[in-house]
T-cell receptor, first 112, second 114 residues
């Protein structure tokens, strides 16, 4: 296993378009997290899953954002009707129940 | 809600010298975990060191060690014999035993001068 994988690595889109990011966690990890990071800032929590259940979602997350983890394996994060303020790095991380986070390399979104 | 504060936006250190990065946090919980993560430029975030709150002994990992002061809610990272490869953003993070969410500080950018 080579770690957490995220695709695409970079997405450029026009305002109003929908985008989807995919995350493949480390296979034996049952928890999967999505964070958003803007330049020079720390990761901001978006949501997390334990297996296929979405257990927590940030109140900062607008209804344009949705995440799924079907079958408890990979996860997708969809942003509908993108806005320029959505431009950021979207980080995925996975963990065992009591362990630390293992991060992917991130998916950078640029909204023109 | 838990918060994590890193009061030093930027730090610099001479190669081979020692530097300490500060972190404070706020929580009402008694059982939790603390972490330091490193994010090199344009690279993924990796774990540097972790500390369980119930352990009084400070964690160490080679050149990296922490000073964990539970009563003061302080968790500083000491890097000894600094190397050029240590240059990165360093994030302090908190996780309690119940919410399972990780809360990150704003980060400290560390420069290592040759």
């Amino acid at each position: 296993d080579t770690g957490v994988s995220q695709n695409p690595r970079h997405k450029i889109t026009k305002r109003g378009q929908n985008v989807t990011f995919r995350c493949d966690p480390i296979s034996e990890h049952n928890r999967l997290y999505w964070y958003r990071q803007t330049l020079g800032q720390g990761p901001e929590f978006l949501t997390y899953f334990q297996n296929e259940a979405q257990l927590e979602k940030s109140r900062l997350l607008s209804d344009r954002f949705s995440a799924e983890r079907p079958k408890g394996s990979f996860s997708t994060l969809e942003i509908q009707r993108t806005e320029q303020g959505d431009s950021a790095m979207y980080l995925c991380a996975s963990s065992q129940s009591t362990g630390e986070l293992f991060f992917g390399e991130g998916s950078r979104l640029t909204v023109l | 809600a838990q918060t994590v504060t890193q009061s030093q936006p930027e730090m610099s250190v001479q190669e081979a010298e020692t530097v300490t990065l500060s972190c404070t946090y706020d929580t009402s919980e008694s059982d939790y975990y603390l972490f330091w993560y490193k994010q090199p430029p344009s690279r993924q975030m990796i774990l540097v060191i972790r500390q369980e709150a119930y352990k009084q002994q400070n964690a160490t990992e080679n050149r990296f060690s922490v000073n964990f002061q539970k009563a003061a809610k302080s968790f500083s990272l000491k890097i000894s014999d600094s190397q050029l490869g240590d240059a990165a953003m360093y994030f302090c993070a908190f996780r309690d035993n119940y919410g399972q969410n990780f809360v990150f500080g704003p980060g400290t950018r560390l420069s290592v001068l040759p």
